[in-house]
């Protein structure tokens, strides 16, 4: 085997491969990543087996130059390290005696021994199933948007992570804890779907998503038997899914409020912020919201800490003027965080029933919180 790349690009494609990795893994060839070099490409596997990462190199692409095919079986880790020691704008990269891989410049050379090849497991990437096709950014920013109603510990397993689903002709991303849920509509294409479209992808998996994403152009999202596919650019992302039923969580989103109050986003965050008390025993922080005579009183108290009181009467106001209701400021501060909209309207009903936070500015995300009762 002995082909040529441009070493910043290779930098680039071995970080993706390396990141899911799991060094403790038991089996030591699954700490490795795969090269396999033909006459026209090469390609980058790893997997740590719940996340598998599929890159390919085209001749020509990278400056990539196939002298001899081969296949070789590398330690990441070591590989990146020496790749960011050489200077060299291209490297060279050859197998001896098949137990040791050479990277060489200009004027230098390292060796490394390797991991066996054959002992690496075959991996199947179902590239073929149902599919729809969405902008990355969008994609992104939806992922960071809900990804934090979810809890990876959760004892309901199919909510440990997030739920893509078409509803009606709608393409949803929802994660929920069963305190809180966010729910984000975002576009899509897709041809002709004669199955259902719907998949939990786990925690873990949608974090090394968000940071695969780019900012621009387009990937496909294909679901297959128990897997799902993320296609961007030059790689695969394939993910095994959570099992489970995920809650149909838009039936319960409520549309009718007797209560709605239109706020500058940064001014009430700010406003929760000082509310949100600190504390040493992981206290679960609880702010009671006091709507009374056109003022919010907003109040928080933590025993051995402290207390919080602030009027605040810089909003406008829709519905009744009179609610008492207590919440989570952790939850409202993430949640508020999501919204990139200058105004935010936080919907009420009762005391008992789910607070809902939108903006008319972008009706594509709905963040709810359920109330509790403070101490």
Known sequence: ???????????????????????????????GICFDVSVDNLVLISTNTIISIKTTIKLNEMNLNIKQAGNILIRGKYFLEILKKMDDEIVNISCVENNIVVLSGKKLEFSLNILDYNDYPLIAFRENGDNITVNCN??????????????????????????????????????????????????????????????????????????????????????????????????????????????????????????????????????????????????????????????????????????FEEEFDDFELKGIDDQNISFNSKYLIESLRTFETKMIEINLIDAKKPIVISSTEDDSLSQIILPMFSN
Not at 7 to 17: M, P, T, V
Not at 145 to 166: A, H, P
Not at 179 to 203: A, D, H, M
Not at 255 to 263: E, H, L, P, Y
Request: with cysteine.
């Open 138 to 307: 969008d994609l992104k920013k939806a992922l960071n948007q809900t990804i934090i109603s979810v809890n990876e510990w959760k004892q309901k397993i199919v909510l440990s992570g997030l739920n893509f689903s078409l509803k009606n002709g709608i393409f949803y991303i929802i994660g929920t804890d069963g305190y809180r849920v966010s729910r984000k509509r975002i576009n899509y294409w897709s041809p002709q779907l004669e199955g259902k479209f719907e998949t939990n992808i786990p925690y873990r998996s949608v974090l090394e998503i968000i940071k695969l994403l780019p900012d621009v152009g387009e990937c496909k999202i294909s679901i297959m038997d128990s897997y799902t596919c993320i296609f961007i650019n030059n790689t695969i992302f394939q993910t095994t899914v959570l099992e489970g039923q995920f809650p149909d969580v838009n039936a319960v989103f409520p549309t009718d409020f007797n209560t709605t109050i239109f706020v500058d986003n940064k001014k009430f965050f700010k406003l929760i912020s000082r509310a949100d008390l600190p504390n040493d025993d992981n206290s679960i922080p609880v702010v009671n919201l006091v709507l009374e005579n056109e003022k919010i009183f907003i109040k928080s108290s933590i025993h051995q800490v402290g207390s």
């Open 1 to 31: 085997m002995f082909f040529s790349i441009d070493r910043l690009s290779l930098i680039e494609e071995i970080n993706k491969c390396n990141r899911i990795i799991d060094l403790k893994s038991p089996s030591p060839s699954i700490t």
